[in-house]
């Protein structure tokens, strides 16, 4: 069974006409090249597996959500995590990959490596190096390396395991204690390809037996912000379980998108992970501020809620809310206007939808009566066939908000003059004002009248 699950290159004839591959990590195997910020890379480059800069980024924009290696989580970027990108246009430079310090290799059959090759490409082929302190070389084989069919539907980019034996060494004096580099040397004319990691590999799975592992819950805390002063929490963190381990803590900063992380070392009943926050009171409405931490085991730990932090909860009302005219009625060719006014200033934006609504006495304005690059720039509609607004596109809506630390905000909507002898124009909106739960609060209905300009 064991080399259908371990990234052996081996499947059950029964799985035709199915192609299954698998890969590894850990278990049974020696930790060789593992890139990190810690690794110097000549030949190619270190880069992120989660990063919002292309330039840092191992793969960017929608090609990265589909993988499962550089798959986002909570935090862009992700620190600890890492691959080595290689690119060539002809064949014979190496990328060569030197960790911090030697690695050895000692006691393993064959060296494991984790490849991507880009998706809908086959023959990527690239000789296996491996250099020790003292210079001495020893080039175990070659790997080659397919894509994955790629589609719309597919993850392609994922990575193979490639075993080349160690036994090369052996001639070459290499010594297997104290390997200082990796070179991959592409014998293909241009490409590209990852590298994730590299293993020792030998045969065999490691004795069973229970983990005793430390066990890292973060809970949530919700608090009321009061009138005035400050108060100092703390986020509930439990460490329960045996022995110690690493997390990657990370704490993102609210309102914003920095985020800061540090690997932390928990055991129970330590108080490693401590985050104090401070939440300041006032009298001015706003929404619920959320001062959250995550963690991420990196080894030795299991986590269970992954997620929490102290919420502070907002205890103020929201301001009294009116929307009144400032043109309501006008010739046609200028715009109708109304004001959205709060009777104090908040913290939070105070967001209203303006629907448009059907008339049930005279004639309504339509879309060949209002400035078609509005019409198009705000409801995506054209103007034509002429149509009532309130029936141009179903819940056709204006948006209006009053952003934090101002009394008001305008809406409009822009006429145009048309030239045609018309009657009397009018339009009906209805204010519907939410709050910060995003629960809708009835305002005023709201009328424009238009006259004919001709």
């Not at 803590?249 to 800061?260: A, S, W």
């Not at 029936?391 to 045609?420: H, K």
């Amino acid at each position: 069974m064991r080399p259908l699950l371990d990234g052996s290159d081996r499947r059950a004839p029964s799985a035709d006409p199915a192609r299954v591959l698998t890969h590894a990590v850990g278990v049974n195997r020696t930790s060789a090249f593992l890139p990190d910020t810690s690794v110097a890379v000549t030949g190619g480059r270190l880069c992120a597996q989660v990063h919002p800069d292309p330039a840092r980024a191992c793969l960017d924009g929608e090609k990265a959500e589909v993988s499962p290696h550089f798959a986002s989580w909570e935090a862009s970027p992700e620190p600890g995590r890492d691959a080595v990108a290689m690119s060539w246009s002809k064949p014979g430079t190496p990328a060569r990959v030197r960790p911090a310090k030697p690695i050895s290799l000692a006691g393993a059959e064959a060296l494991a490596l984790r490849v991507i090759a880009p998706p809908n490409t086959t023959g990527t082929e690239l000789d296996v190096t491996l250099v020790d302190t003292k210079g001495r070389r020893a080039t175990l084989g070659q790997a080659r390396v397919d894509g994955l069919p790629d589609s719309a539907r597919t993850a392609s980019y994922w990575a193979r395991e490639i075993r080349v034996p160690l036994s090369a060494a052996v001639p070459a004096k290499l010594d297997l204690k104290h390997v200082t580099a990796l070179e991959l040397t592409p014998r293909t004319g241009s490409g590209r390809a990852w590298l994730m990691d590299t293993w020792g590999w030998r045969p065999g799975t490691p004795a069973v037996r229970a983990a005793a592992l430390p066990r890292v819950d973060i809970g949530r805390l919700a608090v009321k912000e009061g009138n005035a002063g400050e108060r100092t929490y703390r986020m509930p963190v439990n460490v329960s379980g045996k022995g110690s381990g690493r997390v990657r803590l990370f704490v993102p900063k609210p309102g914003t998108d920095e985020v800061t992380s540090r690997v932390v070392t928990v055991r129970p009943g330590s108080s490693a992970i401590d985050i104090p926050v401070t939440v300041k009171g006032n009298t001015r409405y706003d929404y619920d501020i959320s001062h959250d931490a995550f963690v991420k085991a990196v080894r030795g730990v299991a986590v269970g809620s992954h997620r929490g932090g102290v919420t502070a909860l907002n205890d103020d009302p929201m301001p009294k809310v009116s929307v009144t005219p400032v043109k309501d009625r006008v010739t046609e060719g200028p715009q109708l206007t109304w004001r959205m006014s709060l009777a104090q200033a908040a913290d939070a934006d105070v967001m209203a939808e303006v629907a448009f609504q059907p008339l049930t006495n005279g004639v309504e304005l339509s879309t060949m009566d209002v400035d078609p690059r509005w019409l198009e720039e705000t409801f995506g509609e054209s103007p034509s066939p002429a149509r009532p607004l309130s029936r141009m596109t179903e819940g056709a809506a204006l948006y209006v908000s009053v952003p934090p630390g101002t009394l008001s905000a305008e809406m409009s909507v822009p006429t145009v003059a048309d030239g045609i002898s018309e009657p009397e124009e009018s339009l009906k909106l209805q204010v519907t004002i939410y709050d910060q739960a995003g629960e809708p609060q009835p305002g005023p209905a709201l009328t424009g009248t238009v006259r004919d300009g001709s």
